[in-house]
């Protein structure tokens, strides 16, 4: 579980992940192809998160006006999706 500024997010047991609370930025509208993925870890910003799927992938959703997304060169696009496939994650 992990609190941001007015929302919460947290994985059940069976690896699915929920967040609920204030959406001012899109940071609880949690993208289909995390929600139900096998999330490891989920981590609340200000108004954005992040989770780690059992895959390797981690994805960020929210507001990205403050860098706050992993794709630093798409810091004008609020509520992007961005991913990235790491190797070695376990």
Request: proline fraction near 1%; charged fraction near 20%; glycine fraction near 8%.
């Amino acid at each position: 579980m992990s609190a941001g500024t007015d929302f919460t997010c947290a994985i059940d047991s069976t690896l699915h992940l929920e967040c609920w609370g204030i959406n001012l930025n899109g940071q609880t509208s949690v993208p289909n192809k995390v929600k139900n993925d096998n999330v490891m870890t989920v981590t609340a910003g200000d108004s954005h998160a992040c989770a780690v799927q059992q895959v390797g992938k981690i994805t960020c959703w929210g507001k990205n006006n403050d860098l706050d997304n992993i794709d630093r060169n798409n810091s004008s696009d609020n509520n992007k999706l961005n991913m990235i496939r790491l190797r070695g994650i376990r």
